[in-house]
């Protein structure tokens, strides 16, 4: 059924289709278009529980504050990733004088915007291989954290030092998270040797950290994706953001049907 957003209204009033469904229609139909250059997913959130990601790495500086101030007006949150560190501090300016509520991560160029943060009881554990996987984790983080999600961080604690890792096991085991995100560059072992010691789904992210040979990633992204171990999925070379929103989607659908049982 294709309807435009009065005869959508007209249908509800008349009682010809419920809310549920006016719901689902409505959110067909938010796109908002800015001028001749954007057109921002103002619904994805209400269809899809995950926010707008606007990749700003190669926008313009005036272009990306038309969008934030345009998706801030109609929705409670957006992410703004992979920001151009010159433009960076400009924005956070630009954001406080505009009084939006701003939340930052370490080592990151990743804003999240967000009027109030609402936790649905789901629960992520992110963790890293080493401190140069900071930012990919962060940006996990935040994503995360926009769809309601808590996080249990705990970083550098690669297999170059193993020991390290099993008081952070305990943790997340005893803390019930639902899924585990773990950011590892080099050889991108420590993505298989946690999915080997839980019984959590985990989401492997390769970063671009390494020497030479396999450098940028490869290594870490084809030493993943060849895991012996079972329960472990891998998304992009650097793709916090990815990792997060599908974290945070299992996260959420786990809580849902614990509330439903």
């Known amino acids: 059924m294709v309807l435009d957003l009065t005869e959508i209204l007209k249908s509800l009033d008349l009682g010809k289709i419920s809310v549920p469904q006016a719901k689902k229609l409505l959110s067909l139909y938010s796109v908002e278009k800015i001028e001749d250059f954007a057109k921002i997913d103002m619904s994805r959130k209400l269809r899809r529980g995950i926010p707008e990601v606007i990749f700003a790495e190669k926008k313009e500086l005036a272009d990306i504050k038309k969008i934030i101030l345009t998706t801030t007006s109609k929705t409670d949150s957006v992410l703004v990733s992979r920001i151009n560190k010159d433009h960076y501090k400009k924005i956070l300016i630009f954001s406080r004088k505009n009084k939006l509520k701003i939340h930052t991560g370490k080592n990151t160029t990743t804003i999240l915007f967000s009027t109030k943060l609402r936790f649905t009881g789901g629960k992520v554990g992110i963790l890293t291989a ?31 030092g193993i020991h390290r890792l099993f008081p952070v ?45 396999g450098a940028k990633g490869i290594a870490a992204l084809a030493s993943m994706l060849q895991s012996c171990t079972l329960g472990l999925s891998v998304v992009n070379i650097d793709n916090g953001i990815g990792a997060g929103a599908f974290a945070a989607n299992v996260a959420n659908r786990s809580v849902q049907k614990k509330i439903k049982s």
């Open 130 to 160: 080493g401190t140069s996987d900071i930012g990919v984790a962060e940006e996990a983080r935040l994503m995360c954290e926009s769809m309601g999600c808590q996080c249990i961080c705990s970083y550098d604690i690669g297999i170059a």
């Open 169 to 213: 096991i305990k943790k997340v085991i005893s803390e019930e998270v639902d899924v585990i995100i773990v950011v590892a560059g080099m050889e991108g072992a420590l993505a298989s040797v946690v999915s080997s010691l839980v019984d959590i789904p985990v989401i492997g992210v390769p970063s671009s950290v390494g020497y030479g040979y």
